[in-house]
Every structure is written in structure tokens, then in C-alpha cells.
């Protein structure tokens, strides 16, 4: 073999070796950029899922705040009609209150409470007051009970008041006490929702 043989087969395996070694330089290059790349990946999906999480945790948490302003001010506007509600009703109460204080019912009425007074106080001082809207019909309660009553100067708004002066008691039949009272008290109840 000559010498230039020698070279080129010397040539041929250094090429053939630094071949393989830059093959294998490479697999070993490409087998670490896939494995970082599957890292990354990984990472990445890791991060993406605890995101989604994390968003979805605030959006549940903006959902619910959002509900739960959305209750409360359907809470104010029922609790603004029920209070305007109630307020017309209790108009309307006073005028059919009104109406009825005009009616021979209205009469006996007072006359009933006043004899429920008067067995009450059982022969002890009693001043028994009527409302100033029913002074026309002083006379005609006392003719029918036999007993003196006074006119309020203040407006109880029908009904009477008696005061058993022994026992220190005042006796309210009056209406405007019982409708503060049923005013107070009333609720709304049935429907969709209404406890």
C-alpha cells in the first residue's frame, strides 16, 4: 500500500470515526433538547392547569360576589316595595277607618268599649276620653251609657281611652294604637320566595 493509500484509508476512518462521533454528538444533543423540551412541556401544562385553576377559582369567586350583590339589592328593592306596600294598605285601612267611624257600628262600638271600661274599673274613678273627631257624638254615647265623658285634646284616631285613676291603668281602645301595633307587625306572607 502506498502511502497515499495509507492516507486515503487513514482519511477514510478518521472520516467514518468523526462520522460516528458527530452522530452520536448529535443523537446525544438531539436526546437532551427532546428531554428539556418534554421538561418544558410538562412545565408548561403544569402552569397552564394551575392557572386555569387559579382562574377559575376567581371567576367563581367574581360569580358569587356578583350573585350575592345581585341578592342583596333584590333584597333592598323587595323591602322598598313591601314598605310602600304596606304604606298604601294602611292608607287604605285609615280611609275605610274613616268610612266606618261614620256608621251606627262605629257608635256601638264606643259604646261597648266604654261599658268594657266601666266594668273594668269596677265602681273605682275612671275618665273615660273620646276622640276629638267624635265630639258630635258625645252626648248620644253618654245618653246610652250613662256615663260623662271628656274629648281628647289629643287625636287617637277613633276608639276610646279610659284611665283608672286608683290602679293607675290606662285602658287603649283606641285605633291609632292598634294600628301602629298591626303596622309594626305586619308581614307579608306567601309567594314566590317571601318567608
Same mark, same amino acid.
Given at each position: 500500500m502506498t502511502i497515499e493509500e495509507k492516507i486515503g484509508h487513514l482519511q477514510a476512518a478518521a472520516m467514518e470515526e468523526a462520522r460516528l462521533e458527530g452522530n452520536a454528538i448529535m443523537?446525544?444533543?438531539?436526546?437532551?433538547? !427532546?428531554? /428539556? %423540551?418534554?421538561?418544558h412541556r410538562e412545565e408548561t401544562l403544569r402552569q397552564s392547569k394551575s392557572r386555569i385553576q387559579a *382562574? +377559575?377559582?376567581?371567576?367563581?369567586?367574581?360569580?358569587?360576589?356578583?350573585a350575592s350583590k345581585a341578592q342583596? *339589592? =333584590?333584597?333592598? @328593592? /323587595? +323591602?322598598?316595595?313591601?314598605?310602600?306596600?304596606?304604606?298604601?294598605? %294602611?292608607? @287604605?285601612? @285609615?280611609?275605610? =277607618?274613616?268610612?266606618?267611624?261614620?256608621? @251606627? &257600628?262605629?257608635?256601638?262600638l264606643l259604646i261597648a268599649y266604654i261599658e268594657k271600661a266601666a266594668r273594668f274599673a269596677a265602681g273605682e274613678e275612671l275618665t273615660i276620653y273620646i276622640n276629638p273627631s267624635d265630639e258630635d257624638k258625645k252626648a248620644y =254615647?253618654?245618653?246610652?251609657?250613662?256615663?260623662?265623658?271628656?274629648?281628647?285634646? !289629643? &287625636? %287617637?284616631?277613633?276608639?276610646?281611652?279610659?284611665?283608672?285613676?286608683?290602679r293607675n291603668i /290606662?285602658? &287603649?281602645?283606641?285605633f291609632k294604637g292598634a =294600628? !301602629?301595633?298591626?303596622?309594626r307587625d305586619f308581614l307579608f306572607e306567601g309567594g314566590a320566595g317571601i318567608e
Open positions: 443523537k446525544q444533543h438531539r436526546d437532551a433538547l !427532546e428531554k /428539556l %423540551f418534554e421538561e *382562574e +377559575s377559582v376567581n371567576a367563581k369567586k367574581q360569580l358569587n360576589m356578583a342583596l *339589592e =333584590l333584597k333592598r @328593592e /323587595l +323591602s322598598k316595595t313591601q314598605h310602600e306596600l304596606r304604606r298604601r294598605l %294602611f292608607q @287604605e285601612v @285609615e280611609q275605610l =277607618l274613616k268610612e266606618y267611624m261614620i256608621t @251606627e &257600628d262605629y257608635k256601638r =254615647l253618654e245618653e246610652h251609657t250613662g256615663l260623662t265623658l271628656t274629648v281628647s285634646k !289629643e &287625636d %287617637f284616631a277613633g276608639g276610646i281611652r279610659a284611665v283608672v285613676h286608683g /290606662l285602658i &287603649d281602645y283606641s =294600628l !301602629e301595633t298591626a303596622y
